[in-house]
C-alpha cells in the first residue's frame, strides 16, 4: 500500500520515468525494497518542498503578515492629542499602511460590489482611487485587519477575481488619515485620560444632542461636544445636565457644550411629530417603545386620563385611535406645548388639556368624568378607562388619592380604571418594591389584579418599571360611611407613614407639605 500511494503522488510530480525504473527493481529484488523504501520517502521529501515553493511563488508578491503582529492601535490618533482640551484638527494627521489590489478600470464597479466584507471602511476614506502608475487601472483598498496576504480572500471572492481574471496581487499602500477619518470613540479615547471611561453615546432630541458628563470628563466638555456635532450629521447643538431631575416640573439646567444655544426642537417618535423647548420641559427619546405600548393596549371609544401628560408622547397617539383624552401637565411650558403639539398633529378637538398639579386633576376632572360614566345606564357599553401616571420619582405617592375617590356613588361592577403608574427602584426585586409601596398608599392589596413592566435600566441598580393594576373597587369605595372629616385624616395617615418610609428622596421632601 505504502509503495502504491508513493506511486500515485510521484507521477503526479512528473516524475514517472524516473519511478518505472524504481519500480522494475523493486519487482526483480524483493531484498532491495527497504533500500528503495527509504531513498523514496527521502527524494518524495525534497520534491515536494520544491513543488509547493514554486506554486507559493506564482501567487505570492509579498510576505505573508502575521495577524498577530498587526498594530492594535492602526486606526488610532497620535498620542500627541492626549490631553487636548481645546480641538485642533489638525494635530490627527497620520500615515498608516494598507493592502490594496489593483484593478482594470472596466471592472472595478462588478468587482467591488462583491468585496464589500474585505474593503477598508472608514469614515471619508475613498475605497477604490486612481493608480498613480497606469492610468487604466484602479487601487481597491483593502481591510488590513481582514486581508493579510494573497490567500486571504474568501473563497466566493478568489472565484470572482478568477472569473474577472483579476490576479489577487496584494500591494502596499501609504494612507494618510485626518480628523475626518477617525470616529468619535477613536478621538475621545485618544484625548481622554488613558483608562478612563469616554462619552461616545448621547440622546438625540432633533438638532440636539443631550449628554450625561461624568466629573473627569468635564474638563474636555467642549473638545467633546464639538466632536459630537462633527461627526453626527444634523446635529447642531451638544448640551450637558449639569444636575438632576429635582423639581415638579421635571425639567433641568443645562449648559451648552458647543453649538447654537437655541432649545426649540422637533422630533419624530412612532410618526408623530412633537415641537418643544427642550430646556423646559421633559423629553426622553429611550421611551418611545414605553409611549406604543401603552397606545396598543386601548380601543377606540375607550378614554385615558394622562396625569402628568409633558408634551403629549401618551396623549397624541391615543387621540389618534378615537379614544377620549384628558391631559394635564403642572408645567406651564408643557401645557403651551402640548396645545401647540395637538394642533400640529390634528387632535386639538380629541383631546382635553388642564394645568393643574396632578393631585388637583385626579380629585378634579378625572373624579367628574368617572362620575359621568358611573352614572350611565347600564344597557349603555361603558368604555375603558385608563389612567397614566409617568412621573416615575413621585408618582406612587399619588395613588392614595384614589382612596374614596367616588364615595357618595353607588358601586359600578363594569368601571374600575385602569392605572398604569410608573416608578423608580433600587431594590434588589424592583416589581416587589413598587407593588408594597403603592399597596401601602392605596390601603388595599394588589395581589391578582396587577402587574410589573420593566421599561428600562436608568442607572446602576436603578430601574423604571411601570405598575398596572386595577383599582379595587374597596379603594374607590373605601368606608362610605366615615365622614368627610374622617376620610381625610385617614388619607393623611397613609400618606404620614408612607413618607416616613421614604423620606430620602427629595421630590418627597418637596412634596410633604403639599400632599398632606
Not at 522494475?24 to 528503495?36: C, D, K, M, V
Not at 500627541?80 to 472596466?106: C, H, N, S, W, Y
Not at 496584494?170 to 494618510?176: A, F, G, N, P, V
Request: net charge positive.
Amino acid at each position: 500500500m505504502r509503495c502504491q500511494y508513493f506511486l500515485i503522488l510521484w507521477r503526479s510530480l512528473g516524475y514517472s520515468g524516473f519511478l518505472k525504473t524504481y519500480h522494475q527493481r523493486i519487482l526483480t529484488s524483493n531484498s532491495l525494497i527497504p533500500f528503495i523504501y527509504t531513498s523514496l520517502v527521502q527524494s518524495l521529501h525534497k520534491t515536494l518542498a520544491f513543488y509547493l515553493f514554486s506554486q507559493r511563488n506564482k501567487f505570492f508578491t509579498m510576505p505573508e503578515i502575521d495577524k498577530n503582529k498587526i498594530d492594535p492601535q492602526l486606526y488610532s490618533p497620535p498620542s500627541q492629542v492626549r490631553g487636548m482640551t481645546k480641538l485642533d484638527r489638525t494635530a490627527f494627521k497620520k500615515i498608516i499602511t494598507i493592502p490594496v489590489l489593483t484593478v482594470r478600470k472596466e471592472i472595478v464597479n462588478k468587482l467591488v460590489r462583491s468585496l464589500k466584507k474585505a474593503m477598508l471602511q472608514r469614515p471619508g476614506i475613498k475605497r477604490v482611487i486612481d493608480d498613480p502608475k497606469d492610468e487604466g487601472n484602479k487601487l481597491v483598498m483593502l481591510d488590513p485587519y481582514k486581508i493579510v496576504s494573497d490567500d486571504s480572500f474568501e473563497e466566493s471572492e478568489r472565484l470572482l477575481l478568477k472569473e474577472l481574471n483579476v490576479t489577487p496581487q496584494i500591494s502596499s499602500y501609504s494612507l494618510e488619515l485626518t480628523y475626518e477619518n477617525f470616529k468619535t470613540d477613536e478621538i475621545l479615547r485618544a484625548v481622554l485620560p488613558e483608562g478612563q471611561d469616554i462619552t461616545s453615546g448621547f440622546s438625540r432630541i432633533g438638532h440636539i444632542a443631550h449628554l450625561n458628563l461624568r466629573d473627569h470628563q468635564l474638563p474636555f466638555k467642549q473638545l467633546i461636544g464639538q466632536v459630537i456635532i462633527d461627526k453626527n450629521q444634523g446635529i447642531t447643538s451638544a448640551v450637558n445636565k449639569i444636575n438632576t431631575i429635582d423639581n415638579i416640573y421635571r425639567n433641568f439646567q443645562m449648559e451648552v457644550l458647543c453649538g447654537e444655544e437655541n432649545m426649540i426642537t422637533k422630533v419624530r417618535e412612532n410618526n408623530y411629530t412633537y415641537e418643544f423647548d427642550f430646556s423646559k420641559v421633559y423629553w426622553n427619546p429611550r421611551l418611545s417603545t414605553e409611549h406604543n405600548r401603552i397606545t396598543e393596549l386601548l380601543k377606540p371609544g375607550d378614554v385615558l386620563f394622562d396625569v402628568f401628560a409633558g408634551v403629549g408622547p401618551f396623549a397624541i397617539p391615543v387621540a389618534k385611535k378615537d379614544c377620549t383624552v384628558f391631559a394635564n401637565d403642572l408645567n406651564p411650558e408643557s401645557y403651551k406645548w402640548l396645545l401647540h403639539n395637538c394642533k400640529l398633529n390634528k387632535v386639538d378637538q380629541k383631546v382635553k388639556i388642564f394645568n393643574l398639579d396632578g393631585k388637583d386633576f385626579l380629585q378634579g376632572p378625572v373624579r367628574d368624568e368617572l362620575m359621568k360614566l358611573v352614572e350611565q345606564p347600564s344597557k349603555e357599553r361603558k368604555p375603558s378607562v385608563h389612567i397614566v401616571m409617568n412621573l416615575p420619582a413621585m408618582a406612587v405617592e399619588f395613588l392614595s388619592i384614589f382612596q374614596c375617590l367616588l364615595s357618595g356613588q353607588s358601586k359600578s361592577s363594569e368601571l374600575f380604571p385602569k392605572v398604569h403608574c410608573y416608578s423608580f427602584s433600587k431594590a434588589d426585586d424592583p416589581a416587589k418594591d413598587v407593588q408594597q409601596r403603592a399597596e401601602t398608599l392605596l390601603g388595599a392589596s394588589l395581589k391578582g389584579c396587577s402587574s410589573v413592566h420593566l421599561v428600562r435600566n436608568v442607572a446602576p441598580n436603578k430601574e423604571m418599571v411601570c405598575l398596572t393594576f386595577q383599582v379595587p373597587a374597596s379603594v374607590l369605595y373605601k368606608n362610605q360611611t366615615m365622614t368627610q372629616g374622617e376620610q381625610f385624616l385617614k388619607a393623611g395617615m397613609d400618606k404620614f407613614k408612607y413618607f416616613i418610609r421614604n423620606f430620602s428622596s427629595s421630590q418627597s421632601k418637596m412634596r410633604l407639605n403639599k400632599l398632606v
